[in-house]
């Protein structure tokens, strides 16, 4: 990472046989984020402290059971999260700026191209999916802005409806096929 000072609390919790807990505090800001998101249709949840969380899970699952292929998840999501910090994707604070939608396609682009340069079956698999979020940024970073300023209606804070939810979450028809293409060809 470029000069980047990042203060957030990870808690990493070791559990009997081996087992661990990872989270990171929301700070009691998720309410606010909600409000903002059906208001404006933008969500600012900066998911960084997830990213790492995730991170470390997958570190410690290559540890604690000799997985080489969650040691790779691992040091390519570290490497994918560095990037996502050099380029400052995190979301912003304003409608009609990078939101949380927009913060994930960009570390799954910078994962997939992370997990591309991998040998094996591994790189081969992600090559095209690399490929095809690369060639399509433009268009996808589009359409994850356009969905912004208009009200979002996910049909409630603790239980929203999963179809509105993920219409809402969900807003790039490119993103969606190339996401959905992974899940078919598995």
Same mark, same amino acid.
């Given at each position: 990472?470029?000069?980047?000072?990042?203060?957030?609390?990870?808690?990493?919790?070791?559990?009997? +046989?081996?087992?661990?807990? #990872?989270?990171?505090?929301?700070?009691?800001?998720?309410?606010?984020?909600?409000?903002? #998101?059906? $208001?404006?249709?933008?969500?600012?949840?900066?998911?960084?402290?997830?990213?790492?969380?995730?991170?470390?899970?997958?570190?410690?699952?290559?540890? +604690?059971?000799?997985?080489?292929?969650?040691?790779?998840?691992?040091?390519?999501?570290?490497?994918?999260?560095?990037? #996502?910090?050099?380029?400052?994707?995190?979301?912003?604070?304003?409608?009609?700026?990078?939101?949380?939608?927009?913060?994930?396609?960009?570390?799954?682009?910078?994962?997939?191209?992370?997990?591309?340069?991998?040998?094996?079956?591994?790189?081969?698999? #992600?090559?095209?999916?690399?490929?095809?979020?690369?060639?399509?940024?433009?268009?996808?970073?589009?359409?994850?802005?356009?969905?912004?300023?208009?009200?979002?209606?996910?049909?409630?804070?603790?239980?929203?409806?999963?179809?509105?939810?993920?219409?809402?979450?969900?807003?790039?028809?490119?993103?969606?096929?190339?996401?959905?293409?992974?899940? $078919?060809? +598995?």
């Amino acid at each position: 990472m470029k000069n980047q000072l990042c203060f957030f609390r990870l808690s990493v919790v070791p559990l009997m +046989n081996g087992g661990g807990l #990872f989270e990171t505090g929301a700070g009691g800001s998720a309410p606010k984020h909600v409000q903002q #998101f059906e $208001k404006e249709g933008h969500l600012r949840w900066d998911s960084l402290g997830e990213f790492l969380a995730l991170g470390a899970s997958l570190k410690h699952i290559s540890e +604690n059971y000799n997985d080489k292929k969650a040691a790779v998840l691992a040091d390519t999501l570290d490497e994918a999260t560095a990037k #996502f910090l050099d380029e400052n994707k995190s979301p912003s604070r304003k409608v009609h700026q990078i939101d949380n939608r927009g913060s994930h396609f960009y570390l799954a682009l910078y994962w997939a191209e992370a997990l591309a340069k991998q040998s094996g079956a591994l790189g081969a698999k #992600f090559q095209g999916v690399a490929s095809a979020l690369r060639t399509n940024e433009a268009k996808i970073a589009k359409e994850l802005m356009d969905a912004q300023g208009p009200a979002q209606n996910v049909g409630g804070y603790y239980r929203p409806v999963f179809e509105k939810a993920a219409k809402a979450m969900r807003p790039s028809p490119t993103l969606n096929s190339i996401i959905d293409g992974i899940i $078919k060809s +598995n």
